[in-house]
């Protein structure tokens, strides 16, 4: 079985003994890193694209996202680990979205209880957890094949590559469609816009003196609250990191 | 028969499922190199997504709803859209081995399509009927069809323009999908409710 696994997936399992490994060494330090850039789910592997977009258009509710799926990636991944052996290979993507569902049903319930506001914002989209293919993908690349404490590593390693992709964009979505930086949470930042009544902002561009009257031609970004500015912001990610890593050009 | 047309235009073309949503973007980035396979991967997303709507809509309305059980959803959605996938591919291979071959390959990767599921959830969120989440089953599977076809017919040519090497391939992918998009916004003139009253001309 497990060599079957080995030889689907390409990923070599790591039979040697573990007392002589450090918990924490350089090996799995890389399982964190790796995804972050040179790995990334989003710009280099292409998985998971799906489900997290829509959310980018203002930072929080990305922040929102980004953890939930750190959280359902990692325990996914240590459980499915946890019980790799006992899977048969017929059932075992049922097995896998049955664990990776019960998690995204946690978060639902605990998002509903503790952040009303941004659930409805995030709608649907925290039940697409279940089919956001960083999740699956990494249980079929990985967990099926290595011990728990990797695994988990791994989960959490590519769903932070993953969220660091969801809060750049958002970042940049918010920061030039609506000049604000994490409206809707406690620590909302008004950045740059005219100041009215009830908001006030960092650079006021409605201001006679100062700062923000060598701002008086600004205006937001309309096209960054569209869905499509998520696609125009990735793509530019994708060539700025492939122009500095000309490695991961992709010659078809 | 009004509110049917309405709902399906809307969710073929003013809410597109990829272009407004970002549903299925995966397989919708995966797939799209050559314009046959993406049609054989656009009419099953039509299929399943026709087929797997009223099913959870059923549950949902007589099960999970009458025993206060909607924390259930997300599991029992997706155990429905797995195990239809796995039925209709059996089927399939014993009546129709033409259709079969045909979508074949695709069928498995459509229980991760988000398309399916998200089609599912928002159809609990805006509280359809069975009509209209049959409506909507099947104009979201056809604008994620038409979707998926443009992107394909695009790349294809693309393959012979001068893109510089860091966007080839992906970033290329992501730059058509988002103009898609907006091209897309300009359908956001047409009025569904024109439809509203519409029904089918009867024959004498």
């Keep these: ?252 | 028969m009004g509110d049917f047309l309405n709902i399906f235009i809307k969710s073929a073309f003013i809410e597109n499922m990829v272009l407004a949503y970002f549903l299925g973007m995966c397989s919708f980035l995966a797939v799209s190199k050559t314009l046959s396979t993406a049609t054989g991967l656009g009419l099953a997303v039509i299929f399943v997504l026709g087929v797997t709507m009223p099913i959870n809509w059923v549950i949902n309305e007589f099960i999970l709803i009458p025993a206060d059980l909607e924390f259930l959803r997300f599991i029992l959605f997706i155990a429905v859209i797995a195990s239809t996938v796995q039925l209709v591919e059996m089927v399939l291979e014993k009546f129709s081995p033409g259709l079969y071959t045909a979508l074949g390959i695709f069928l498995p990767l459509i229980t991760v399509n988000c398309a399916i599921l998200g089609g599912s959830l928002f159809m609990v969120s805006r509280d359809y009927n069975l009509s209209e989440s049959v409506a909507f089953g099947l104009g979201g599977g056809f604008g994620w069809f038409l979707a998926i076809i443009a992107l394909a017919a695009i790349r294809e040519r693309i393959r012979y323009s001068n893109v510089p090497p860091a966007l080839r391939g992906l970033g290329m992918a992501f730059l058509i999908t988002g103009l898609m998009g907006i091209a897309f916004l300009s359908l956001t003139g047409i009025d569904p409710a024109v439809f509203a009253g519409w029904s089918p001309p009867v024959a004498e």
């Design chain 1, 1 to 252: 079985m497990a060599e079957s696994t080995e030889l689907k997936t390409g990923v070599v399992a790591d039979n040697r003994p573990e007392e002589k490994q450090p918990i924490f060494g350089k090996k799995e330090a890389i399982l964190i890193t790796d995804p972050l850039l040179d790995n990334n789910p989003i710009t280099i592997q292409v998985l998971g694209v799906c489900s997290a977009l829509a959310v980018t258009s203002l930072v929080y509710p990305s922040l929102v996202m980004a953890v939930a799926v750190v959280f359902v990636c990692g325990l996914s991944s240590l459980f499915t680990s946890l019980m790799r052996n006992i899977i048969p290979k017929a059932v075992r993507l049922i097995v896998q979205l049955v664990i990776i569902a019960t998690l995204v049903t946690l978060v639902n319930e605990a998002l509903k209880v503790l952040a009303f506001p941004v659930y409805k914002q995030l709608s649907v989209y925290i039940g697409l957890i279940i089919t956001n293919c960083i999740v699956m993908g990494r249980l079929e690349a990985f967990a099926m094949a290595n011990k728990p404490w990797r695994s988990f590593l791994d989960g959490i390693g590519n769903g932070l590559g993953y969220g660091l992709i969801l809060v750049a964009v958002g970042v940049v979505r918010e920061l030039f469609g609506k000049g604000s930086l994490f409206a809707g949470s406690p620590i909302a930042l008004n950045i740059i816009g005219p100041s009215g009544a009830t908001t006030d902002y960092l650079i006021n561009t409605a201001a006679e003196s100062g700062i923000g009257s060598f701002f008086g031609w600004y205006a937001n970004n309309n096209l960054m609250v569209l869905p499509a500015a998520a696609m125009f912001v990735i793509a530019v990610f994708i060539w700025i990191q492939r122009s500095y890593n000309t490695k991961l050009v992709d010659v078809s």
